[in-house]
Nanobody
């Protein structure tokens, strides 16, 4: 069983930066992968970024490429999402998730992940 706890959300002005953290208890298997998703009010949960524990392979949604960076600290069982040049449309609840049966494909829908955190709110004011 893996438990995920996100932190680091808050209110920031457009153009600003935030760093989100996701701490995993119950060490995810080294073959697993993790991702960040976000969900704005009235919208579906959407993929943001992905990283594997073993190689650090990453993937990003087009909407955040060049602005967001996902990283991991294996010793701390923690992943991060560094968000820069934030826009009002980045406002959402951000969730981290684990794909514990990662086999090489980058899943960009929630159905590909079997553990989720509770989410952290990010609000970007214009």
């Amino acid at each position: 069983q893996v438990q995920l706890v996100e932190s680091g959300g808050g209110l920031v002005q457009a153009g600003g930066s935030l760093r989100l953290s996701c701490a995993a208890s119950g060490r995810p298997d080294s073959r697993s992968a993790m991702a960040w998703f976000r969900q704005a009010p009235g919208k579906e949960r959407e993929f943001v970024a992905f990283i594997t524990w073993s190689s650090g392979r990453t993937s990003y949604a087009d909407s955040v490429k060049g602005r967001f960076t996902i990283s991991r600290d294996n010793a701390k069982n923690t992943i991060y999402l560094q968000m820069s040049s934030l826009k009002p449309e980045d406002t959402a609840v951000y969730y981290c998730a684990v794909d514990s049966i990662y086999t090489g494909a980058v899943h960009t829908t929630p159905h590909g992940y079997n553990y989720w955190g509770q989410g952290t709110q990010v609000t970007v004011s214009s």
